[in-house]
């Protein structure tokens, strides 16, 4: 038999289904009506292929299609296996989505992975992953690391302390702040924040319009890895020239 359980709130009006339940959710079926708040206070798991509204979950919530616009919350993982248009994501562990990102805000306590290309408000993380090849964004910043595939990148500012960008990641980035040394790439701009304030001055209003935090102080860990690197440079630098002397001092004798 077909049991409505106890913790089970459903309301349906001609347009909009709404769902609260005291427990975990599996919703395969909308009644012909668009979801408006669905809530599960355990696992959300939604089998529809193109959804938005307002849903809540106090562990997973787990989308099989698309999200269009709306407000996602969730205590664990937010995982959404299509593509997104606009809306407020707010991940307590992870967030995944599988397609493209147009619009909106994503936040995570843990890390970000966009598979597809991105053109959003901003993202805030633990650690972020685009592996997008075009990436729009006002900004972008991580507490930890950020790390950017070779996309066409289009940001206004990317802050984090450590930034990875693939030597073909093109483009324009007006601020890239970071503790890292980051090799070559193909980007214009780029400027840190301290040489942006040089130039234009008012750089923590800059970051505060786009809702980021300024980096603190570089960790002594961090601060010893790039003096490490300067001086294995510096010595790699200070070996070839010696190398360079031999062979002329060769020539000389022969």
Known sequence: PFILPKGLDIQVTDTTLDLSYDGDVVLEESLGRNLGKISATGDLQIG???????????????????????????????E????????????????????????????????????????????????????GSKIKCRAISATERIIIGAAQLQVDAIVAPEIDLDPNASGRVTVIESH?????????GGFSLADYDDMFGNAAQFLLDRGVTPLGPATAEVAATTANADVSTHSDHQEEEEEEAGEEAGEEED
């Open 48 to 78: 529809i292929r193109a959804v938005g509204g307002e849903f809540t979950a106090g562990g997973k919530l787990e989308v099989a299609g698309d999200v269009t616009g709306g407000t996602l919350t969730a205590g664990g993982a937010i």
């Open 80 to 131: 959404i296996s299509g593509d997104v248009s606009g809306g407020d994501f707010s991940a307590g562990t992870t967030l995944d989505i599988g397609g493209d990102v147009t619009g909106g805000t994503l936040r995570s306590a843990g890390t970000i992975e966009i598979e597809g290309n991105l053109d959003a408000d901003c993202l805030h993380a633990t650690e972020i992953f685009l592996r």
């Open 180 to 188: 890292n040394e980051r090799g070559a790439n193909k980007i214009k």
